[in-house]
């Protein structure tokens, strides 16, 4: 099937996933998360991105990031595999790709469903059974972000900084946000709408994204009878209310 163009959107925060090709490792220790790191925070700086969020998995990658531009990330996303791969590849001895396919991506509304994106990132960890408390996890943002220390990678998203007048209020606040987990209907929210492609948000958010971009907001229930055009184009979603979901086709 031929693939379609990435929908473009500046300013607003993107949920991106890289996993390894065949679900095979991409860091072996940790020289090879230090260089990810450090190659993720020059190419997202030379792309006017920003960092929010971030876990580094034994075969796959989190980043919450939001890009100044309609091309910033997918320019950082191709900087940074042009680096990382064939590093990874000298010292390791293989040959090849190592990502499985090009990355995923999902547009995230800033109100609720950031915050519900960044714990769940930050809790892969956790919910893999290697850590039992995020604060155990060197490799992802919760210790700059839990703390309100500057990290030089991550920086803090205007959502993050209402949490608190300073910077001890903040990291309070932050931290009480995992005391409550994502539900495990909030868990298929978030994995459908990376997966899929789908914008993560309320109706009006997708409703907005509707009118600039042209994309439909609705998704049709499995196996509904084909409708004529004029009552597609009224259809209702299928997915709940509270949380749209809009198709960014790739």
């Not at 095979?24 to 230090?34: H, K, M, N, P």
């Not at 890009?67 to 000298?90: C, D, H, I, Q, W």
Request: overall charge positive.
């Amino acid at each position: 099937m031929p693939r379609h163009a990435r929908v473009r959107l500046a300013g607003c925060p993107w949920h991106v996933i890289q996993r390894g090709v065949n679900r095979s490792l991409c860091f072996r220790d940790d020289l090879d998360r230090q260089r990810y790191l450090g190659l993720l925070k020059d190419h997202a700086a030379e792309n006017d991105c920003v960092i929010h969020a971030y876990v580094l998995m034994g075969n796959h990658v989190h980043l919450l990031i939001s890009p100044a531009s309609e091309s910033g990330l997918s320019r950082t996303m191709k900087a940074l595999g042009e680096r990382y791969v064939p590093f990874y590849n000298r010292r390791h001895g293989r040959t090849g790709t190592l990502w499985e396919g090009r990355f995923r991506s999902n547009l995230v509304q800033s109100e609720r469903y950031l915050a519900m994106c960044q714990t769940y990132i930050e809790l892969n960890p956790v919910r893999a059974d290697i850590v039992r408390h995020p604060a155990q996890y060197p490799w992802s943002s919760f210790l700059s972000n839990a703390s309100g220390a500057p990290s030089g990678i991550v920086t803090p998203h205007e959502r993050y900084l209402a949490l608190g007048t300073d910077a001890c209020q903040r990291a309070n606040a932050y931290q009480a946000l995992f005391r409550t987990p994502p539900s495990q209907r909030d868990l298929e929210l978030i994995r459908d709408a990376v997966n899929a492609g789908y914008a993560l948000g309320d109706e009006a958010f997708t409703r907005r994204l509707e009118a600039m971009k042209g994309i439909p907001v609705t998704r049709r229930k499995p196996g509904r009878k084909r409708e004529a055009p004029e009552k597609q184009n009224g259809a209702e979603c299928s997915a709940p209310r509270e949380l749209g979901v809009c198709p960014l086709f790739e």
